[in-house]
């Protein structure tokens, strides 16, 4: 079992919807990273939580410790927010970051 | 904006061909870590360094590959020799310290053929 889990694996919305995106971790964990890939490109962090809820634009990104849960949320989504949307988490001695395999989201317009 | 280097942006190789890879991080930061992202899946760990020290390369294929960072900032990950296998976006990232956020350069997509 992969000790970072995401749900769903693929998404499509229409434009305008609201979009969650939810990650499940096993480990014990110092912080966890919410990262956008676009197709073929690098990697952009979103976010970088360790407790409560964070806020920028559109995206909100929520972290449950105790449940070992994280969400992802998406308000009035855009076509261009159609990426791959990968949870990491940082633990460890070295503070390791294990991914997630991802989530494909496509908004149509 | 300062962001993480990494050139080439792409790469293609024959099979048991030498390749190599630069990246270089943040101005400041003294963590920087090399992933390899298999199409479809998300990063996994190479090597991770704190300044020109590795302190994590449990997971780098030692046979065929090294990685360096020889004065503490810029780095270079080689791959000798190159096998099919090894077709894969590599990523660079760094950070200020361990356990801070960490910035992602654009990668290096290679194509061993």
């Known amino acids: 079992k992969n000790e970072v889990e995401q749900s769903p694996q693929n998404l499509t919305a229409q434009e305008g919807e609201f979009i969650t995106i939810n990650c499940s971790y096993s480990v014990g964990i110092s912080a966890l990273h919410w990262l956008q890939q676009h197709p073929g490109g690098g990697i952009v962090s979103l976010f970088m939580l360790s407790s409560g809820k964070k806020k920028h634009g559109r995206l909100i990104a929520t972290i449950n410790i105790q449940e070992k849960h994280s969400s992802l949320h998406i308000t009035a989504s855009h076509p261009r927010d159609s990426a791959v949307y990968i949870c990491a988490v940082c633990g460890g001695s070295n503070y390791k970051l294990t991914f997630g395999k991802g989530t494909l989201l496509t908004v149509n317009p | 904006e300062a962001e993480v280097a990494q050139s080439p942006r792409y790469k293609i190789t024959e099979k048991s061909q030498a390749v190599a890879f630069w990246c270089d991080p943040i101005s400041g930061h003294a963590t920087l870590y090399w992933y390899r992202q298999i199409l479809g899946q998300g990063p996994e760990l190479l090597v991770q360094?704190?300044?020109?020290?590795?302190?994590?390369d449990s997971q780098l294929p030692k046979d065929r590959f090294s990685a360096e960072r020889l004065k503490g900032v810029d780095s270079t990950l080689k791959i000798q020799p190159a096998e099919l296998g090894d077709s894969a976006m590599y990523l660079c990232a760094s950070s200020r310290e361990v356990n801070t956020e960490a910035f992602f350069g654009q990668g290096t997509r290679l194509t061993v053929v």
């Open positions: 360094f704190q300044d020109e020290s590795v302190v994590d």
